[in-house]
């Protein structure tokens, strides 16, 4: 059964009071992922939407295009999916293998060359619109859908809105990247990539991999609470997507195509 959280005792302090009590925390554990049986990457991750993970991963490392891409995909026992592809896919799978910790998905990649992994769709031409208000109400209904978060303040979360600010999709995990790979893999099973016209709201801050991987599933606007880095802006810009960063109540920093806010148009 697959566990999200864990309970254990500790000791707080608070104020010279000590307590000795039981806390709830979020699971961390590997998760191997293979293509036809050949282990491709172990990832830490919060289980659970693990089928989610795995073709998300493939999906933003570049495997899979499109859909048609999958032809099945299996949970081997409880920390690892076997994904079978078709021939064209699997033989875009390298030598290299990716060991990705919960908090940096570069980890593994050899150089920055190797990651600036070329999308099959063009997110320059999406004719999103968003209206500032429903950007700024994003973070709070991203906040408000965090089950698991409320138990142990440890997760991070990535939401996939419409520009009518209707949420499609959320996923937690200990790692960022892992969230939005579940909410990309979640868009494969659904028969939905590319997704185009959506919005990528997730809870921390805009990394290049973060960038990457909403361009690699054809998303155009990639919006974080926190501040996003020099690479995710130069790559965001490069791909013609919107990125905003600092979200946070009323006002935002828009860092690449300010043209699909509707209030700079």
């Known amino acids: 059964m697959t566990r999200m959280t864990e ?4 000791v707080r302090v608070d104020g010279g009071r000590v307590v000795e009590r039981p806390d709830t ?3 961390e554990e590997p998760l191997e992922i293979r293509v036809a049986g050949r282990a491709v990457s172990v990832t830490m991750r919060t289980p659970g939407h693990d089928l989610d993970l795995a ?3 493939l999906v933003t490392e570049g495997v899979v295009a499109t859909p048609d891409d999958v032809v099945e995909a ?3 026992g409880d920390n690892v999916v076997d994904v079978t592809t078709t021939d064209a896919a699997a033989g875009r799978v390298t030598e290299r293998r990716f060991y990705t910790s919960s908090s940096c998905g570069m980890c593994g990649k050899e150089s920055i060359d190797a990651v600036r992994t070329r999308s099959p769709y063009d997110v320059s031409v999406d004719r999103l619109v968003v209206e500032p208000h429903v950007l700024t109400s994003l ?6 859908a965090q089950r698991v978060f409320d138990r142990t303040g440890g997760l991070h979360a990535a939401g996939l809105f419409t520009a009518a600010g209707e949420l499609l999709c959320l996923r937690e995990d200990v790692g960022r990247h892992n969230a939005v790979d579940k909410v990309v893999g979640w868009a494969v099973q659904q028969r939905r990539l590319p997704l185009t016209g959506t919005v990528l ?3 921390g801050r805009a ?3 973060l ?3 909403a361009t690699l599933a054809g998303i155009p606007m990639l919006a974080a609470v926190s501040a996003p880095s020099s690479l995710a802006a130069e790559l965001a810009a490069e791909a013609g997507m919107t990125l905003v960063g600092f979200l946070r109540g009323e006002s935002f920093n828009v860092y690449s195509r300010p043209d699909r806010i509707a209030a700079t148009n």
């Not at 973070?139 to 408000?144: F, G, H, K, T």
């Open 25 to 27: 925390l979020a699971v």
């Open 7 to 10: 309970r254990r005792r500790i």
């Open 74 to 76: 299996i949970a081997c």
């Open 201 to 203: 709201q997730v809870s």
């Open 207 to 209: 990394s290049f991999e």
């Open 55 to 57: 073709l998300g991963f």
């Open 139 to 144: 973070p709070d209904r991203l906040r408000e």
């Open 211 to 213: 960038v990457q991987k």
